[in-house]
């Protein structure tokens, strides 16, 4: 990781350097302030910079500040540079002024002189183990770490990381399986309710039919204060009723004489 963050800061260290050192400086009207090589085409300003390339419309840059173009000095400086410690001081040089593609680019041609130059290796993010330069990927795994997820770990870590992992997998499938589990016995119970429903609707049709096979019937009007009661399916028809004869209630004992007769 030391050594991404090495070259990661060589490049904002020589991006910072770009500002104060470069060709030209162009100032917009917000204030923002760009350096680089800056030429005109048509109605927009083109600034050539080392880590790429912006464009602005004229009427929204304030001024121009016209400089030295370190570029032309470097090819210049270059053309001289024949040996390692040449190369090395414009290496130096040109990330000094804000060339750092070109300093990353002569660190690398001076490699291919001197494969153990320290200054080189360590500017290209190269740490020595051993006998060996690593770099990368290789280098962290020298030191130790271990990739997970796109992320350096140290071994605990990495270990701790797949305890957890396997945890959560494991804590998955339980929480799967309890799932399947639950619907499995929701479905029996629906089917359980289902079928007692069924059971008793064929219960209740036996007996209906019990009732009008034995000639009763079920009334639910009200009867004598009964909000349903059971009448025969076919009544008999009403008997006549005999008249009750009239009755004679004595009024005392019975004479033995007869009645007289009116005088």
Excluded at 13 to 22: F, P, Q, R, T
Excluded at 107 to 120: C, E, F, G, M, S
Excluded at 173 to 191: F, G, Y
């Amino acid at each position: 990781m030391r050594p991404v963050m090495n070259t990661v800061r060589a490049l904002a260290l020589s991006l910072a350097l770009a500002s104060a050192a470069s060709a030209d400086e162009l100032v917009l009207k917000n204030g923002s302030a760009f350096s680089g090589i800056v030429r005109e085409e048509g109605d927009r300003v083109v600034v050539e910079m080392d880590f790429g390339t912006m464009s602005f419309k004229k009427v929204d840059v304030r001024s121009i500040s016209r400089g030295p173009d370190p570029r032309s000095e470097f090819e210049t400086k270059a053309k001289a540079a024949t040996d390692v410690k040449g190369m090395l001081e414009l290496a130096a040089w040109a990330r000094e002024k804000g060339l750092g593609t070109k300093s990353l680019e002569l660190y690398r041609k001076i490699l291919t002189v001197d494969a153990d130059q320290p200054d080189a290796r360590k500017a290209l993010g190269y740490e020595k183990v051993g006998d060996l330069w690593l770099s990368g990927d290789d280098l962290m795994v020298a030191r130790g770490f271990m990739k997970v997820n796109g992320r350096w770990l140290t071994k605990d870590s990495a270990d701790r990381q797949a305890e957890l992992q396997e945890a959560g997998r494991i804590e998955n499938e339980r929480v799967q399986l309890a799932k399947r589990v639950a619907d499995q016995q929701h479905e029996q119970e629906m089917t359980r309710i289902a079928l007692e429903r069924e059971r008793l609707e064929i219960e209740r049709r036996d007996r209906d039919r019990w009732w009008w096979k034995s000639g009763w019937s079920y009334a639910p009007a009200p009867f004598c204060g009964v909000a349903g009661y059971v009448l025969p399916a076919t009544l008999p028809p009403p008997q006549p009723i005999p008249p009750t004869p009239p009755s004679v209630v004595p009024q005392g004992q019975p004479s033995p004489l007869p009645p007289s007769r009116p005088r």
